[in-house]
């Protein structure tokens, strides 16, 4: 749990500091690194949520709580958790990785079992960055050299002058063997650090050496913009490795999340709507100087699923928000390949997928470079429906001048309309499918209700992911239940004296109890200061899981007033609270009383009388309390 690792390792770091953290911490600009975020009203924002796969989103942010919450999956916490559940952090690393973003200096606790140490033990990731970052500016430097002419000539040749390869970064790995290796030990990385970081690797002596050597560098950045490996160019002929060499898998560099130019294209990706998926280093670069500044490419693997859930967020692919997905491809047969494949996952988006293939069958790099910037911004320009390009390419390989080829293009093709997610739209490529291989609509309907299983509909089933377990919110109890939870947990200092006045007792919901005792369990609501550290309490002090889960539910969850809540509005919410209950137990009352024989028990029943009477008039007290109404 949370709580548990928050105990078991922030003793490293003082506890004051991690609150700081905390306070200088805009959890919007962490999350928004990764996840577009959209104006949900109420001054909370919404995006679609990194960790379960959905059309609508249901991921929201509470600035003013520094808090966030999935209705989707159920997960939520301050911007820590988001670190740790986002980036696989450790606790320690996620705070590291917030204060060095607010420029806050950590302090640490010595550890009394070991001497006292002047500088503490960083964060694995922390380390493996830091690593990353000294052999920029090594590789850089290198570029520079005598020895490094062929790297800038390459790029010359490319069309990128000095200031396109700063920009990007761009670097070369010298002509020694353990050069750059000697250059970190020096500044303090260890043998084990380096190998980790995939920027070192042993050779058969027991010694490390460099893992790129006497090849031209692009530096590969995530989404913060933090160096996480790089990708190496072949420049010598003597050189018997792969043309292009990646960063291996480590900690930090996995291939099937990493795209290439995503730090520098990533808020024009979610401000235009749009994403150019390119091939290479150099595509990325030129798209971007001739003024394309969404492209992206993947780094030594193809284009997947995870790819897609990273772009998704950013273009906040929705059902409400469809973006464009642009793939360029060559127009060998290679890129045909990859543009059928890529159909595969067009199903995936929302949006609108589409293909950009140069007449020339050039990369954009090479584009730019023969007719200049306009006419990579026009490739892109002439973009065409991924599915209208695949089902042309696919039934080009049959003869259609024969009965067997149009049969056999009507068989692989069907599959590829049964797919198309526009269910508006299938029936029109029904027909465009028919007119291409001059058959009638009837066999090719067919054929492609039988490849969608006979769902004409086409309707995708809703992702996999667990529902979590919410009280029901459709009876004013239950409504006013959850505004009093939501008044003790977004504005204790406010709500506390009133709200902890108020007895698990009197909600009837049980899981609105459970939470009522975890605020209890807490401390109480009257001594709490608010915000993340406050509601991660609460939450830590739930014995039921549905009732954790609305903790994070209901710390973002708008409150059911115009502007500012102020004592008077806590005033008619805890009465109505109250008033739900008199008049449950009112009720529970007259249905005994009726039951009893007032002449043989006089006794029982006056006495009940008598509490009917004073729960009646504590109720007129409550209802006038609560006029004005929620």
Same mark, same amino acid.
């Given at each position: ?7 078991q390792?922030?003793?490293r ?8 953290v905390?306070e ?11 996840v577009t ?7 909370n924002l919404k995006?679609l949520?990194?960790?379960?796969d ?8 509470s600035p ?10 159920g ?11 986002a980036?696989h ?14 420029g ?11 001497a ?5 033990q960083?964060?694995?990731?922390q ?14 430097a ?5 020895g ?5 000539e390459?790029?010359?040749?490319r ?12 670097g ?15 500044q303090?990385?260890?043998?084990d650090?380096?190998v ?15 893992r790129?050597?006497r090849?031209?560098l ?22 018997d ?6 960063t ?18 990533k ?9 150019v ?8 670069m ?6 394309v500044t969404?492209?992206?490419a993947?780094c030594?693997?193809a ?10 967020r ?14 360029t491809?060559?127009?060998d ?5 990859a ?7 067009d199903?995936?988006?929302?949006g ?11 990369d954009?790099c ?6 200049g ?20 390419h696919?039934?080009?390989?049959y003869?259609?001048?024969?009965v ?21 739209k ?12 001059g058959m ?9 209700l ?8 086409g309707e ?12 029901a ?31 698990? +007792? !009197? ?5 609105h109890? %459970?939470v009522?005792?975890?605020?209890a /369990? @807490? $401390? &109480?609501a009257?001594?709490?200061t608010?915000?993340?550290v ?21 710390a973002v969850?708008?409150?059911r ?14 009465a ?13 009352l007259?249905s005994k ?7 043989s028990?006089?006794d029982?029943?006056?006495?009940l009388? +008598? !509490?009917?009477?004073?729960?009646e008039q504590? %109720?007129?007290?409550?209802?006038e309390? /609560? @006029? $004005? &109404?929620?």
């Amino acid at each position: 749990m949370y709580a548990e690792e928050v105990a078991q390792l922030a003793g490293r770091i003082r506890d004051e500091d991690i609150a700081l953290v905390r306070e200088r911490t805009s959890i919007a600009e962490v999350i928004s690194d990764t996840v577009t975020l959209k104006s949900a009203g109420g001054g909370n924002l919404k995006g679609l949520c990194p960790f379960h796969d959905e059309k609508s989103p249901s991921f929201n942010v509470s600035p003013a709580r520094n808090v966030w919450y999935c209705f989707g999956c159920g997960a939520g916490g301050d911007a820590i958790k988001f670190l740790m559940d986002a980036e696989h952090l450790s606790f320690v690393e996620s705070v590291e990785r917030l204060a060095a973003r607010a420029g806050l200096q950590l302090r640490y606790v010595e550890d009394d079992r070991s001497a006292p140490r002047s500088r503490p033990q960083q964060g694995q990731r922390q380390r493996l960055v830091a690593a990353h970052a000294a052999a920029v500016e090594f590789y850089r430097a290198q570029l520079t050299t005598a020895g490094a002419r062929p790297a800038r000539e390459f790029l010359a040749q490319r069309g990128f002058d000095r200031a396109a390869a700063e920009r990007y970064g761009c670097g070369f790995a010298p002509d020694g063997w353990d050069l750059l290796t000697k250059h970190l030990r020096q500044q303090g990385f260890s043998h084990d650090e380096l190998v980790t970081a995939g920027l070192s690797r042993p050779a058969r002596s027991g010694s490390l050496i460099d893992r790129f050597r006497r090849r031209l560098l692009w530096p590969i950045r995530d989404l913060t913009g933090d160096v996480i490996g790089f990708g190496a160019r072949r420049l010598f002929d003597d050189d018997d490795g792969p043309k292009y060499l990646n960063t291996p898998e480590t900690p930090i560099y996995k291939k099937s999340h990493v795209l290439y130019g995503i730090d520098q294209a990533k808020r024009e990706i979610a401000k235009q709507g749009k994403v150019v998926v390119v091939e290479g280093y150099t595509d990325v670069m030129a798209c971007h100087l001739a003024g394309v500044t969404t492209a992206v490419a993947t780094c030594g693997t193809a284009f997947g699923s995870d790819h897609i859930g990273v772009l998704r967020r950013l273009l906040l692919d929705t059902d409400a928000v469809a973006g464009e997905i642009i793939f360029t491809f060559d127009g060998d047969a290679a890129g045909q390949k990859a543009a059928l494949r890529a159909f595969e996952d067009d199903q995936r988006f929302v949006g609108r997928t589409f293909i950009a293939v140069s007449p020339d069958n050039m990369d954009p790099c090479e584009l730019r470079l023969a007719k200049g910037d306009l006419a990579v911004r026009d490739l892109v320009a002439r973009r065409e429906p991924l599915v209208d390009f695949a089902l042309r390419h696919l039934i080009n390989r049959y003869d259609l001048d024969t009965v067997d080829g149009r049969v056999e293009a009507m068989r692989r093709a069907a599959p590829l309309v049964a797919k198309i997610k526009d269910r508006e739209k299938r029936p029109e490529y029904v027909r465009k499918l028919a007119g291409d291989l001059g058959m009638e609509i009837e066999p090719v309907q067919r054929a492609v209700l039988t490849a969608g299983n006979g769902q004409p509909s086409g309707e995708r089933p809703a992702p996999a992911h667990p529902a979590p377990a919410v009280p029901a919110v459709d009876s004013p109890q239950s409504m006013v239940e959850r505004e009093a939870l939501k008044l003790a947990l977004q504005e204790p200092v406010l709500a506390g004296p009133m709200f902890d006045a108020i007895e698990s +007792g !009197e909600y009837r919901h049980p899981v609105h109890g %459970a939470v009522r005792a975890a605020v209890a /369990a @807490a $401390g &109480g609501a009257a001594a709490a200061t608010g915000g993340a550290v406050w509601i991660e309490q609460v939450r830590d002090a739930c014995e039921d899981l549905a009732a954790r889960a609305l903790v994070g539910e209901l710390a973002v969850e708008p409150l059911r007033i115009d502007g500012e809540p102020d004592p008077r509005y806590v005033s008619i919410t805890m009465a109505r609270l109250q008033w739900g209950a008199v008049t449950s137990r009112i009720r529970d009352l007259k249905s005994k009383i009726q039951r009893i024989n007032p002449v043989s028990n006089k006794d029982e029943y006056f006495a009940l009388f +008598g !509490e009917l009477l004073s729960l009646e008039q504590h %109720a007129r007290a409550l209802r006038e309390q /609560a @006029a $004005g &109404g929620l």
